[in-house]
Nanobody, 124 residues
């Protein structure tokens, strides 16, 4: 089992920055692909970014390219989402997810484990 716990959400003004953290633990999770998704009220979860624990090329949604960055720590215990130049339309609940096959897919259905989510609110 993999346990994922997000933190770092909050209220920020447009143009501001936030860093979300996802603390990961469990068996062999370092082989998993790690993703960030977000969900707007009444909508399906939307892909934001994904990466692997090893050196690789991250995958980003077009809507966040150039503004958001995904990274992992050297101890392979946390995944981060650095969010810059935030816009009101970024307001959502953000979720961390793990894919046991080590992919960096944009499809939420391919992820096996999910965190509880953290709210990000961007005011105009």
């Amino acid at each position: 089992q993999v346990r994922l716990v997000e933190s770092g959400g909050g209220l920020v003004q447009a143009g501001g920055s936030l860093r979300l953290s996802c603390a990961a633990s469990g068996r062999n999770f370092e082989r998993y692909g790690m993703g960030w998704f977000r969900q707007f009220p009444g909508m399906e979860r939307e892909f934001v970014a994904a990466t692997t624990w090893s050196i690789g090329v991250p995958n980003y949604a077009d809507s966040v390219k150039g503004r958001f960055a995904i990274s992992t720590d050297n101890a392979k215990t946390a995944v981060y989402l650095h969010m810059n130049n935030l816009k009101p339309e970024d307001t959502a609940v953000y979720y961390c997810a793990a894919d046991l096959w080590g992919r960096t897919s944009s499809k939420p259905g391919l992820y096996n484990f999910w965190g509880q989510g953290t709210q990000v609110t961007v005011s105009s």
